[in-house]
């Protein structure tokens, strides 16, 4: 369902996690008339009815919300110094 | 009757008629004489053939899948969804109205001429401007008017200023008018209580500002209070006062744009002034100014000369001709006669009621949902969905779940400021019960993510099409109908 890259993993592994906080691919609407769908990778604790993928050695919490829209697009998360954590999987669709 | 749910294509009978036509009495023609061949169709059309009667049920069943203020509820904000008075339909549909050419010399149009001079000055009234065109066709196509009015004053002034300031709750389509009409836009952000940052709009306004384009009330349903001050700013500098009227529904009969310090205002016909709106069109976008910018209006101005209605062109100053004709008269002339049967008194109580009714459901709905700016609002005001997205359930789903119980969702995601927005706009039209039906139905939403949140991700449940896979649509969209075989 989520792929980490090897750039990804290593960050991850090298992170001390505080109590209850989990990395999470979270999906990011915005917009009004034409809606843009990205995903973060953020850290934060859990929601109710989150799923969580393990995947590495990794757990990441993904909401009931983000799961229907991961389901046949599956995201990669890399990560670089300059950039950080980056989702690559990107939707924008228009609800005009 | 589950044909009539088919498209038009898949209802077809090869050999089926809607209509008997006689016998050609011309002698054919080889198409391929007459035309090159590579514009010639190498395989038939396949036009649907349907009988008249499956023609007339077709479009019915799909006349009654639209959704606007006469099925039901329309709650969109900023986008002012009132009812259409059927009255203006009729003023519309008048022979002397809806039988004229464009073309036709004014003074056999002298009705139709009188009612755009009307219309002209009853705008300029209530936005307290000194003139109006009606020309531009839609709110955006009014914007650009008014940048490229402010454009060619600055000009003439010996200036070529490039930037426009547009707030972080602005319509998107105030920065995309101010890049058409070549000026470079710059963002001021919003205070904690919703408004414009006065002391950042001071920092970014500079000799090279062209204009400052504002909603008031802003997208949030606030109202800017500091309007007088933000106004003085920005005309210290030299800048022009943009009004965008979108959400013009809050102030009728009780403030003008004019009196705030704007310039330029347009006007959106189809929200305020009840005039149909949605599905592309027509709209109209009225522009009016402050008396030092009436020369660069667009041409042909209508005036009045003696008694009579005439048309100007002979103004060396202004921008041109934004639109064929003189707008779209159709819509003018419903909008007139909304403002004539309202009267003064009539405007006033459509924003006294356009804000009562929102002040109300937001106060039922505060409790429920997440309310960012927890105040006195206009004609509209957002709500956050972030209490329900720690649930696992977001702002898609509520109004995906709202589709559930026959309304129109509210704006959502926007403005892009508030997290998970949404954002309401009852307008004066609706009643009591209409409210209070649409309360009970979100707070009904709002308990069913807690307690059953499935049947708020799955939603809309009584469609007639579900949940539609957007992602895919969006990455492998069909856009044409292909027979199945």
Known sequence: ?96 | MADYHQLIFEISQSGRTGADLPESDVDPIELDEKFPKHLLRETPAELPEVSELQLVRHYTALSHKNYGVDNGFYPLGSCTMKYNPKINEDVARLEGFSRIHPYQPAETVQGALQLLYELQEDLAAISGMDAVTLQPSAGAQGEWTGLMIAKNYHQQNGENRSKVLVPDSAHGTNPASAAVAGFDTVTIPSNENGLVDLEALKKRVDQDTAALMLTNPNTLGLFEKDIVEIAEVVHEAGGLLYYDGANANAILGKTTPGKMGFDIVHLNLHKTFTTPHGGGGPGAGPVGVTKELIPFLPVPRIEKDGDNYIWNDDEPLSIGRVKGYYGNFGILARAYTYIRTMGPEGLRQVSESAVLHANYLRKRLETHYESPYAQFCKHEFVLSGSKQKKLGVRTMNIAKRLLDFGYHPPTIYFPLNVEECLMIEPTETETKETLDAFADSMIQIANEVEEDPDIVLDAPHTTVVGRLDETKAARKPVLRYTKSV
């Open chain 1, 1 to 96: 369902m989520i792929h980490i890259t090897k750039e990804a993993q290593q960050k991850l592994s090298s992170i001390e996690w505080q109590d209850g906080v989990l990395p999470r691919v979270d999906a990011n609407v915005t917009g009004g008339c034409g809606l843009t769908i990205n995903y973060l990778f953020i850290f934060d604790q859990a929601r109710k009815n989150d799923t969580i993928y393990h995947s590495h050695g990794v757990s990441i919490r993904v909401d009931p919300f983000t799961k229907r829209y991961l389901e046949g697009n599956p995201p990669t998360v890399d990560y670089s110094d300059t950039d950080g954590f980056q989702v690559i999987n990107e939707v924008e669709f228009d609800s005009c």
